[in-house]
C-alpha cells in the first residue's frame, strides 16, 4: 500500500526530478505531482509525493528541512474534499 505525503512550501525551482531524488533517499518514490496554476503553469509551492515504502521515514526527516531557501512543510496528505457544484457566492470563471 502506498502512502500520499503532502510536501507545501516548495521553492519556484523545484522539478519532479528534483524532489523525486529527495524522496528516494527515504524510500520508493512511486510518483510525484507537483501542482501549477493553470492559467501561467507557474509551480503553487506545493505538491504531492506517493511512496510505496518509507513514508514516515521521509516526513521525520525532510519536515522544516531547508530546500533551496525554503523551510518545507512535509506531512501525510489529507483526503481532498468533496467540492459542491457551484457555490452561488462564487462567479463562474470563463
Given at each position: 500500500m502506498s502512502t500520499n505525503i503532502y510536501v507545501g512550501n516548495l521553492?519556484?525551482?523545484?522539478?519532479?526530478?528534483?524532489?523525486?531524488?529527495?524522496?528516494?533517499?527515504?524510500?520508493t518514490v512511486e510518483r510525484v505531482n507537483l501542482i501549477t496554476d493553470r492559467e501561467t503553469g507557474r509551480l503553487k509551492g506545493f505538491g504531492?509525493?506517493?511512496m510505496t515504502s518509507g513514508g514516515q521515514e521521509v516526513i521525520a526527516a525532510l519536515d522544516q528541512r531547508e530546500l533551496d531557501g525554503r523551510q518545507l512543510s512535509v506531512s501525510l496528505a489529507r483526503p481532498r474534499e468533496e467540492r459542491s457544484s457551484r457555490s452561488p457566492s462564487r462567479p463562474r470563471r470563463w
Amino acid at each position: 500500500m502506498s502512502t500520499n505525503i503532502y510536501v507545501g512550501n516548495l521553492p519556484v525551482s523545484a522539478t519532479e526530478d528534483k524532489i523525486r531524488e529527495l524522496f528516494n533517499a527515504y524510500g520508493t518514490v512511486e510518483r510525484v505531482n507537483l501542482i501549477t496554476d493553470r492559467e501561467t503553469g507557474r509551480l503553487k509551492g506545493f505538491g504531492f509525493v506517493e511512496m510505496t515504502s518509507g513514508g514516515q521515514e521521509v516526513i521525520a526527516a525532510l519536515d522544516q528541512r531547508e530546500l533551496d531557501g525554503r523551510q518545507l512543510s512535509v506531512s501525510l496528505a489529507r483526503p481532498r474534499e468533496e467540492r459542491s457544484s457551484r457555490s452561488p457566492s462564487r462567479p463562474r470563471r470563463w
